[in-house]
C-alpha cells in the first residue's frame, strides 16, 4: 500500500472503483486538518474501524473491493470533516460509492432501477444509518412517510413533526427516514433549531461549500446567507429539510414565519413540544418495546462486552431499567462496549454510581449530544411552576400508568391549584404522556429518576411527605369491599413505590397506614407473599413510632395475623390475635366494635384448630357488643350479620339443635331494637 503514488489527476482518479479509491485516501491519510497537496499520517484499518464503530475486518473487505459500506457519510466526516479544500475529493469519493453500491445490487440480483433514479444529490446528514442497530421502528416510519406524502407540495410546504420525550430517538428517526428515502428527494438537508437564533443560523450555514455551495456563502450577513438558502429552496423543489430539535415555541413560531410562504418541499420537525399548527401533522414517538430493546443490547455490543451465559435475561432486565429509552439503551451499549464489561456489571454501576454513568456521555459514539442525566432539563426549564411541583410529586410514583382521578384530589396542606392544567404543561413538553382511552397518564422511569436526585437539601424531604400525604388521601375505601377495587387497584403500584420511598426516608407517619391498606388489599387477592412483607413493615414502624401498646398495632397484628391464618400458620398467628385483644380492650374498654372485631378474629383460628368450646363464648360477646353499639347509636354496625353468622355457624358446629341456635341468639340479642315497621 505505501507504493502507491500521492500525487494523482482527478481524470486518473475518475476510473478508479470505490475501493481503490478509498485505499488511495487511508494510504496517503487524508485527514479534515491537512491540504491537498501533503500527505498525512496513513490510517490502519483499526484507526478507521475505532472511529466508525467498525471491526477491522470490515474495512479490510472495504478497501479490498469484496463488499461496500451501506453509506459514506461516516467516512466522509473522517476524511475531509468540514474542510472546504476537500469538496472536489468528497464528491469523487461519493460518486465512485454511488456507482459500487449500484453495482452491487445489480449483482445480488436485486432491483437496480431504484438506483439508476438519481439519489439526492445533496446530502447534508449528521449520522449514518444504524442499519440493522435501528430497531422496532418500521411502522412509524410507515406512518411517516405516508404523513411527508400527503398532498403535491408544489403549492404550500407538507409538514409532519415527531414529538415525544427528549432522549426517545426522534432525531434518530428522523435521520433514518431520510437516509432510507434519499431517492424520494432531490437534497436532504438537517438544520438544529433549539432556538430563534439557532435556527436562522444553521439555516443560513447551508449556503456553504459542503452543502449548497452558494455564491452568498461569503457574506459577511447572516442575513444575506440566509435569504439565499430560502431562495434556493424556491427554486429547487423536492428537497427534504429536518428541523431538529425544535423544542422552544419561540422556535417553532420563527420557523412558521421563515418557511411558511415556501412551496415544492417537505419539512419534518423533531420537537419535544406537541402542540403545532394545523398544517403540520404530528406523529406521537413511543419507546422501545422491551424484546426490542433487548435485541439492540445484545447486538450493540456483540462483539465488545464480556459475555456470560445470562446475557439475554440480563439485556432484558437492562432494558427494563431504562425504559426502553433509546437515549439511555444507546449510552448503555456504548459504555458496555467501550469499557468491555458485562450487562451485570453494567446494572451495579448503574445502580450503585449513578451520577457518574447516567451523567456520561461521548457524542462521537453515542451520536447524541447530552447525557440521560441532563438531557430534559431544557423543557423542565420552560414548566410553569404548577407544573413543575406536579413532576415532583409524580417522580415518587410508579412508572405504570396513573390514573387521571388522582389529579381530582388536593395534597393536603398544599392547596388544590389546577392539577389537570399542570398536566397539561407537562404533556406539551412531552414531559408526560396521556392516553385519554384508558383515562390515564404516565412520566417515564428515567424523568422520575432524574427528578428525585435532582432535590437538593430539605427540597427531597419536602416533595415526598407532600406526595405521600397526596397519595394517602386518595387511596381510600374498604379493600375488603369489591366495590373500591376500581379505585384501589390503578393505584396500587404507586402506593407500593411510594410507601418504598417514604420508608427509606423514615417517615413514617402515613407509611404504616398506606402499607397496612395495600397489604389487605393483596390479601383479598390472595396475593400474600406481596402482602406479609407490608404488613410485618407496617407494624414495625407502628411499634417504634408508638411503643407496644398504641391501638394502631393491634390493627397491624390482626392485619397479620388474618394472613398468617390464611397460610395455615396458625401457631405464629394465635399469640398475634391474642396481643391485638388485650390491646384493644386496654385502649378502648371492653365494649368497642374494635374488640368484637379482636374477638371474632380470635374466634375463628380458635374453631379452625378445632377449639369451639373456647371459640363460642367469644363469639357470642362480639356479637353483644355489636347489638349494644346498635341501642346506643340506632344504627347497625357493618359486622353486625357476620358476627351473628359467626356465632350461630359455631353452635351449629358445637351440634346444638335448630331450637337452642334460636334460643341462644335470641338470649344475646334480647335488648337489641326491632326495626321499624
Not at 449500484?102 to 445533496?122: F, M, V
Request: contains cysteine; charged residues 25%; glycine residues 6%.
Amino acid at each position: 500500500m505505501a507504493s502507491i503514488s500521492h500525487q494523482t489527476s482527478a481524470d486518473e482518479r475518475a476510473h478508479w472503483s470505490f475501493a481503490r479509491l478509498l485505499d488511495w485516501h487511508l494510504t496517503r491519510g487524508t485527514r479534515p486538518t491537512g491540504d491537498l497537496d501533503t500527505p498525512g499520517r496513513q490510517w490502519t484499518n483499526k484507526d478507521l474501524a475505532s472511529r466508525l464503530g467498525n471491526d477491522e475486518r470490515t474495512i479490510r473487505n472495504w478497501r479490498t473491493g469484496r463488499n461496500v459500506p451501506p453509506e459514506i457519510v461516516s467516512i466522509e466526516r473522517e476524511l475531509f470533516g468540514d474542510n472546504p479544500g476537500h469538496a472536489a475529493w468528497r464528491a469523487e469519493l461519493r460518486e465512485a460509492h454511488r456507482a459500487a453500491r449500484a453495482s452491487e445490487i445489480a449483482q445480488d440480483g436485486t432491483d437496480a432501477s431504484k438506483w439508476a433514479s438519481k439519489p439526492a444529490s445533496i446530502i447534508s446528514l449528521p449520522y449514518p444509518s444504524l442499519g440493522s442497530l435501528f430497531k422496532g421502528r418500521d411502522e412509524f416510519l410507515k406512518n411517516l412517510h405516508a404523513s411527508l406524502s400527503r398532498g403535491s407540495g408544489r403549492t404550500a410546504i407538507v409538514g409532519s413533526a415527531v414529538y415525544g420525550l427528549g432522549g426517545i430517538g426522534k432525531t434518530r428517526a428522523a435521520i433514518e427516514y431520510a437516509w432510507a428515502h434519499q431517492d424520494d428527494y432531490a437534497a436532504l438537508l438537517f438544520v438544529i433549531a433549539e432556538t430563534p437564533e439557532a435556527l436562522r443560523r444553521n439555516l443560513a450555514a447551508l449556503a456553504g461549500p459542503l452543502v449548497l455551495n452558494l455564491a452568498e456563502q461569503h457574506a459577511t450577513e447572516e442575513d444575506v446567507r440566509l435569504k439565499a438558502v430560502l431562495d434556493w429552496l424556491k427554486r429547487h423543489p423536492g428537497w427534504l429539510l429536518i428541523l431538529d430539535g425544535l423544542d422552544m415555541p419561540e422556535a417553532l413560531e420563527e420557523a412558521d414565519g421563515l418557511l411558511g410562504k415556501l412551496a415544492g418541499g417537505r419539512i419534518l420537525v423533531t420537537s419535544r413540544l406537541a402542540n403545532f399548527a394545523g398544517h403540520f401533522d404530528s406523529l406521537e414517538l413511543d419507546v422501545l418495546s422491551i424484546d426490542d430493546a433487548v435485541a439492540f443490547l445484545l447486538e450493540r455490543t456483540d462483539k465488545r462486552r464480556h459475555k456470560m451465559p445470562d446475557d439475554a435475561a440480563t439485556a432484558r432486565q437492562l432494558a427494563v431499567d431504562l425504559g426502553g429509552l433509546a437515549l439511555a439503551l444507546e449510552q448503555a451499549g456504548a459504555y458496555v462496549a467501550k469499557l468491555g464489561i458485562s450487562f451485570s456489571r453494567y446494572r451495579e454501576l448503574w445502580r450503585d454510581n449513578w451520577d457518574k454513568v447516567a451523567g456520561w456521555s461521548d457524542e462521537r459514539i453515542t451520536k447524541y449530544p447530552r447525557a440521560v442525566a441532563v438531557t430534559w432539563q431544557t423543557s423542565v426549564n420552560q414548566l410553569s411552576p404548577a407544573g413543575r411541583r406536579l413532576l415532583e410529586r409524580l417522580a415518587w410514583l410508579a412508572p405504570e400508568p396513573i390514573p387521571n382521578f388522582l389529579l381530582e384530589v388536593p395534597a393536603p396542606g398544599v392547596g388544590g391549584g389546577d392539577l389537570v392544567g399542570a398536566l397539561t404543561d407537562l404533556a406539551d413538553y412531552s414531559l408526560a404522556r396521556r392516553n385519554p382511552d384508558n383515562q390515564e397518564f404516565s412520566v417515564h422511569r428515567l424523568m422520575q429518576e432524574v427528578t428525585r436526585r435532582d432535590f437538593v437539601g430539605q427540597e427531597r424531604r419536602r416533595s415526598l411527605v407532600e406526595a405521600l400525604a397526596w397519595v394517602d388521601a386518595c387511596f381510600v375505601g374498604d379493600p375488603q369491599d369489591v366495590r373500591t377495587w376500581p379505585r384501589l387497584d390503578p393505584l396500587a403500584a404507586h402506593v407500593r413505590m411510594i410507601v418504598e420511598h417514604a420508608d427509606g426516608a423514615e417517615i413514617s407517619e402515613q407509611t404504616a397506614r398506606l402499607m397496612n391498606h395495600l397489604g389487605v388489599l393483596l390479601r383479598m387477592k390472595a396475593r400474600h407473599r406481596e402482602a406479609e412483607p407490608l404488613f410485618r413493615r407496617a407494624l414495625a414502624i407502628d411499634e417504634a413510632s408508638y411503643g407496644p401498646d398504641h391501638p394502631n398495632i393491634a390493627t397491624s397484628l390482626n392485619n397479620l395475623a388474618g394472613l398468617l391464618r390464611d397460610t395455615n400458620r396458625l401457631t405464629e398467628a394465635e399469640p398475634m390475635y391474642r396481643r391485638a385483644l388485650a390491646i384493644d380492650e386496654a385502649s378502648h374498654g371492653p365494649d368497642h366494635p374494635r374488640v368484637a372485631r379482636s374477638l371474632n378474629n380470635l374466634a375463628g383460628l380458635l374453631r379452625a384448630t378445632n377449639r369451639l368450646s373456647e371459640a363460642v363464648p367469644m363469639y357470642r360477646r362480639a356479637l353483644l357488643i355489636l347489638a349494644r353499639f346498635e341501642r346506643a347509636t340506632g344504627h347497625q354496625h357493618p359486622n353486625f350479620e357476620a358476627a351473628e353468622a359467626n356465632y350461630t355457624q359455631a353452635l351449629i358446629a358445637l351440634g346444638r339443635t335448630k331450637a337452642e341456635v334460636e334460643a341462644a341468639l335470641k338470649s344475646a340479642l334480647e335488648d337489641r331494637p326491632q326495626p321499624s315497621s
